[in-house]
């Protein structure tokens, strides 16, 4: 695929899906966090969690295609940082990402999300280094295949 921007917005979106099955087993399975990504769009979208299956299903859309926005991002550095150690530099990527929405939400305070407990924190660090290993494989994967 030539498209830098379409390849960009599909690996994001599939490594968004990716970082939500995560978010789902941490939250629903296994009780470990508080928060998963989808609170976050929800918070930013509602002003709070969601309440509802409609609500968490929008909040999701929401929480997919800020993933997308972010792969778009990352196609678009990915020039001008080369793609040596693709899988590293998506990592990082992420991380850097989420510490930043992290910061963001207790510089402003933001309620709901501003104070999290280290499973919280812990959980959230995983999926954002599932996304970050996701998006270059997936990028990659779409500009082998010409898909």
């Known amino acids: 695929m030539k498209d830098r921007f379409t390849r960009g917005f599909i690996a994001g979106a599939v490594g968004g899906g990716f970082t939500n099955i995560f978010g789902y ?16 769009a929800a918070v930013a979208m509602f002003g709070r969690k969601s309440e509802n299956l409609l609500e968490l299903l929008f909040a999701l859309s929401g929480q997919i295609a800020f993933s997308a926005l972010l792969g778009v991002i990352f196609a678009f550095l ?29 510089l402003f305070q933001v309620p709901a999300v501003s104070e999290v407990n280290l499973n919280t924190a812990f959980s959230n660090l995983i999926a954002a280094s599932i996304y970050g ?15």
């Open 25 to 40: 087993i941490s939250f629903n399975v296994f009780n470990f966090t508080d928060l998963r990504f989808l609170d976050y």
């Open 78 to 106: 990915l020039p001008y940082i080369s793609s040596v150690h693709v899988y590293f530099k998506g990592w990082f990527y992420s991380v850097t990402v989420w510490f930043a929405i992290y910061a963001v939400t207790v």
């Open 133 to 147: 290993i996701v998006l270059p494989y997936v990028m990659l994967w779409l500009e082998k295949n010409n898909v």
